[in-house]
């Protein structure tokens, strides 16, 4: 059980409250909180611990204390000395407070997995699931280089998405740049042209522009307090239930990132899944964990029905098929897996086939993005070109006009 914070207002009285809850995750949290006469406007996890929000802990850094933990423990040396041995070789000062509350507890007779749940903001579900698994299995080392070798690949998945989008990111922001530059800078002087010239009409293009241009050269504190209070309220929509899951269809669904957004989340759903699955995790507290671990709040639903589906008699397979936020390829693969014996493997087959799709989408984005954003671009200069030559395009015509009379 995690314990979060939450902010919900009383759909009778309209009244704003603040209070905790305990449940095994945010989607059960809120259905805690709905059953109370409440409708939640933010959860947030608890973080025990205290230290985290300081510094945050790197998966580097997770990743190295798994496989240090675990060549320790595979070399024979009990837990707790391969705890203290570890923590002498973290640099992380915050990193090492946790693992020296992680040696107290078990030193006082908590299990190992129970020690970590104590630090949510560290060492997620997933992390704690399977070593409570490999404890009672005896094989705490292997579960410890799963643990790596999946926050590895995860990472990578995240950092080469990420990639992906920083290049038009900053290319927008560029285009940003000078369109402000432009709108402040050149149009004023281009006004101050026309003005001192009798009888010019300014088309709509340049009209427009000088209006904007106008306020921004005034009024550029109120822009400028829009833009933070813009940015701050938006943050913080985003992080409410109702701003992810609007936030995560849109991911799901808008070109051209929605196709690339899909395969990440099916390369993590299974490579979590296997990684369960290889430890004895029964399915459906994999599927329980999973829906946490995906991070996408419409995928987390759809394995929450699958629950119910998997609990009635169905299959997995069954459960996933024609659900829209499953590509089709999963359930066919988890079919062939149950109808085989063969659930861990067809798992690893569609994460390593999906980690590979997500390569192959950053590429096909990557090549796309140039000419978007050339064009987008092109249309911008044109509009900006056309606010400043179309006048003096009117003004000859004019002169032409007057000189033929």
């Known amino acids: ?15 704003k409250i603040k209070a905790k809850v305990q449940a095994e995750n945010e989607q059960t949290a809120a259905k805690l909180i709905r059953e109370q006469g409440l409708t939640p406007l933010s959860i947030k996890p608890e973080n025990s611990s ?57 030193e006082a007779g908590s299990a190992f997995s129970v020690a970590l749940e104590k630090h949510p903001a560290v060492f997620n579900r997933v992390y704690v699931s399977l070593i409570a698994a490999s404890e009672t299995s005896g094989t705490l080392d292997k579960g410890l280089e799963r643990l790596a070798n999946q926050q590895e690949k995860d990472a990578d998945i995240i950092s080469k998405v990420r990639g992906a989008l920083i290049y ?89 990132i929605g196709i690339l957004y899909m395969k990440m989340y099916m390369a993590r759903f299974a490579r979590t899944s296997t990684t369960l699955v290889s430890s004895g995790v029964p399915i459906i507290h994999v599927l329980e964990i999973t829906s946490e671990a ?16 998997v609990k009635g008699g169905k299959s997995l397979s069954e459960a996933l098929s024609n659900d829209p936020n499953f590509l089709d390829l999963v359930p066919q693969m988890l079919s062939i897996g149950e109808k085989s014996g063969a ?7 569609v994460a390593d086939y999906y980690e590979k ?49």
């Not at 640099?91 to 090492?96: A, D, E, L, V």
């Not at 995906?294 to 589906?309: F, G, P, W, Y």
């Not at 200069?381 to 179309?390: H, S």
Request: charged share 15%; hydrophobic share 50%; net charge positive.
């Open 343 to 349: 659930m861990e493997t067809m798992l690893a087959k």
């Open 357 to 405: 799709e997500v390569d192959n989408e950053i590429k096909t984005i990557s090549t796309i993005i140039e000419p978007v954003m050339m064009v987008i671009m092109g249309v911008i200069a044109i509009t900006i070109v056309a606010a400043v030559l179309l006048p003096i395009y009117g003004l000859v015509n004019q002169s032409g006009f007057t000189n033929a009379g």
């Open 50 to 106: 205290g230290i985290h929000g300081r510094r945050r802990i790197k998966t580097k850094e997770k990743v190295l204390f798994s496989r240090q933990l675990a060549t320790l423990i595979n070399a024979g040396l009990p837990l707790v000395q391969s705890l203290r041995n570890v923590v002498l070789q973290t640099n992380n000062k915050h990193f090492k407070v946790v693992i020296n509350q992680i040696i107290t507890d078990v």
């Open 1 to 15: 059980m995690l314990t979060y914070n939450y902010q919900a207002r009383n759909t009778k009285t309209g009244q």
């Open 294 to 309: 995906v991070d996408n709040v419409h995928i987390s639903n759809s394995l929450t029905r699958a629950i119910e589906k």
């Open 168 to 256: 038009p990111g900053i290319v927008l922001l560029v285009m940003m740049a000078v369109v402000v530059f432009m709108v402040v800078k050149v149009l004023p002087q281009v006004q101050n042209i026309y003005s001192s010239l009798p009888n010019v009409s300014l088309p709509l293009p340049t009209r427009v522009l000088l209006v904007i241009s106008h306020f921004l050269t005034h009024y550029w504190w109120i822009a400028i307090i829009v833009l933070v209070a813009s940015v701050v309220l938006g943050s913080r929509w985003a992080k409410s239930l109702g701003g992810r899951t609007v936030i995560d269809k849109i991911k799901m669904r808008a070109w051209p």
